[in-house]
Structures are given as structure tokens and as C-alpha cells.
């Protein structure tokens, strides 16, 4: 049986997966690109051979000609549309954040179990990466010792929105680290800090946070929105015995005029090109089979990820350490 797989959102995003669902996923195909945009929509549409194209973003799960929805509608769309998709009995994969809200993720996750099964996979895809895969291996075969820190550094070029605020590099950027930096590690955050240094012109200076786990690590993140110069992510993970560091993701260099050098990708697409497809394989398998993936993120993660970044905003505005409160772990989620 094909997964008929329904687009929400025919933005940057949203043309991603189309293309994704397009080219390189197996046992799917692109049956409807919705956006309220119709336009936007039909264009998105054309460029990847679509089946159809829909202009409301609530009704889309509930088509009797769609098996399965990506969600990659703006941030404040993802809670509701993952509603309705429960709703209608769809399982989705849904772009991060689940939401900027704890209290919407615990709603999600109400619903999920009222269902009796888990319908929402999160787009946090650098799960999937290589290069935390490997990370995640050397701790669980001993290679580094007990884990002590972690560094990272997520950099973007520029904002996305002129409008974009420190809270949004902690609401929109950080959630991808305190995601896989939890999963790396295994554990939860008990504290999270926050500073910002000062730029010379209005752009939306770095933030710079150092979190604490329940294992007693401390775990650093540069959140760089506007580094300029190319998108660079980096994590180094230190143990007791070595440490570990991800490398830059290049095929090439140019050796030239008594220098060498390799580029940078503009955006995320292009560095977890990779780690896209094999995210997306695993969620036309979840559709398959109903089994969760085990490395994927579930509206519990969604729930963490919100919870950290509600204490990261408070801990940026107050000037001070926060702690991280999280319910317990529900049993449907263990
Ligand atoms: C994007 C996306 C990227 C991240 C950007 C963020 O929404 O999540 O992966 O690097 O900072 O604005």
C-alpha cells in the first residue's frame, strides 16, 4: 500500500518535504499540498506533481484520500493541526517545535492517549544525523567514559523574520539542542541560565545558555542567529575517558593560490539533507506498521523541549539561574 501523505504549509519548509516526499521516499506519494495560500500552494504543487491542492489547513486530515499529513505550517499552527489530525485518526510528522506552549503539548498528549496510540512524530530530525548517531553509540559502547559536558553551537546566517527576538532563538533554534542533547545523553535538565552579549547594531545578538541534567553534566548552547558567515552547527561531547566532536559536513575543498578552503550550506536543508530522508523513511514506516521509531521524538520530547525553552525565556528576561520543572514521564510514553 502507498502512504498518500498531505503537506501542510508551502513555505521553505513545506517545498522540502514535498520534494522529499517527491524524490526519495519509498511507499509514499505527494497527494495534497494545502496551503490557505492557493497560490502558494498550486506552485509548491507543480514542482513536485502533487495529486491536489487544498486551501484549509483543519480539514486536510480528515480527506478520505489522505493516509498521513506533514506538518510544516507556521510554529503557532503546529498544536492544532496535530489535533486534528489525532482527531481524524492520521498519524503526522510534525515540524518542531510541537509548540511554544507546554500546556498545548500536554493537550497533544492528552489526546494521543485518549486515542489509545501515538499519532505525532516531531521534526526533530538532527536525531537522525550521523553524527549524533555516532555520538549516542560511543557513549553506549563506553568509548568516552561517563559523559561530563556538552558544547554546541547552532549558528544561522540570519534571521528568518526581521521581528525575530532573543526569546525566539531559545523558542524557535535552541528546542533542536535541547532535544538531541537530551536524547544523546539520556537524561532531563534540572536548570537552565541565559546571557546575551551585546552587538554593535540591531541585529538579534547570540544567546548563550548553560543547562544543568539530573546526571549532574553541564551542557552549553550558542545560539547564533545572525553569525553572518555560513550555517554552522557544532557539538563536542566530553567524557571522563575522551571526547567526541562532530566534524564539518563537506564532500570538497578548493586548494588555491597558497590557501585551502570549503563552504559553509546557507540554511539547515542542506546540512541535514540526510538526516531529513531518514527521518522521513522512518515515518512512512510508522505509518506502515503503527510502531512508534524508536530514535524519533514524541509529543513527550515536544512537551520537554517546551518546558526548557518556557525556562530558558524566563531565565534570559530575569537574569538568572531557572529550574526546569517537568511532570513525570507518563507510562504511555515510557
Ligand atoms: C529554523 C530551523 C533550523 C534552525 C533555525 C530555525 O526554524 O529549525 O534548523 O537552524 O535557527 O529558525
Known sequence: ????????????????????????????????????????????????????????????????????????????????????????GKRALCEKPLSQSSNECLQIMKAEEAAGSKFIMLGFMRRFDQSY??????????????????????????????DFTGAMAITNSAPHEF??????????????????????????????????????QLVNIEINNNAAYGYDVRAELVGEKATIAMNAVNYTRVDRELG????????????????????????????????????ASSSWDGYCAARVAEAGVRALNDGRKIPVEMIAKPEFYA
Open 179 to 216: 532535544d538531541v542533547v537530551r536524547h544523546v545523553l539520556d537524561t532531563e535538565y534540572v536548570s537552565i541560565s541565559a546571557f546575551q552579549p551585546k552587538r554593535s547594531d540591531a541585529l538579534v545578538a547570540p544567546v548563550y545558555m548553560v543547562l544543568e541534567t539530573a546526571d549532574d
Open 260 to 295: 585551502q578552503s570549503t563552504s559553509y550550506e546557507a540554511d539547515w536543508r542542506g546540512r541535514y539533507a540526510e538526516a531529513y530522508r531518514r527521518q522521513n523513511r522512518a515515518f512512512v514506516r510508522f505509518v506502515e506498521t503503527g510502531v512508534f521509531p524508536h530514535i
Open 1 to 88: 500500500m502507498t502512504v498518500r501523505i498531505a503537506i501542510i504549509g508551502a513555505g521553505l519548509m513545506g517545498a522540502d518535504h514535498a520534494k522529499i516526499v517527491a524524490e526519495d521516499l519509498p511507499g509514499a506519494s505527494l497527494q495534497v499540498i494545502c496551503d490557505m495560500d492557493a497560490d502558494r500552494a498550486r506552485k509548491v504543487a507543480d514542482a513536485y506533481s502533487a495529486h491536489d491542492v487544498d486551501s484549509g489547513p483543519d480539514r486536510v486530515a480528515a480527506r478520505p484520500d489522505v493516509d498521513a499529513v506533514i506538518i510544516a505550517s507556521p510554529d503557532f499552527t503546529h498544536a492544532p493541526l496535530s489535533l486534528s489530525c489525532i482527531r481524524a
Open 133 to 162: 548517531v555516532e555520538m549516542k553509540r560511543a557513549l553506549a559502547h563506553g568509548a568516552i567514559g561517563r559523559p561530563l559536558m556538552m558544547h554546541n553551537f547552532h549558528r544561522n546566517v540570519a534571521t528568518p523574520a526581521s
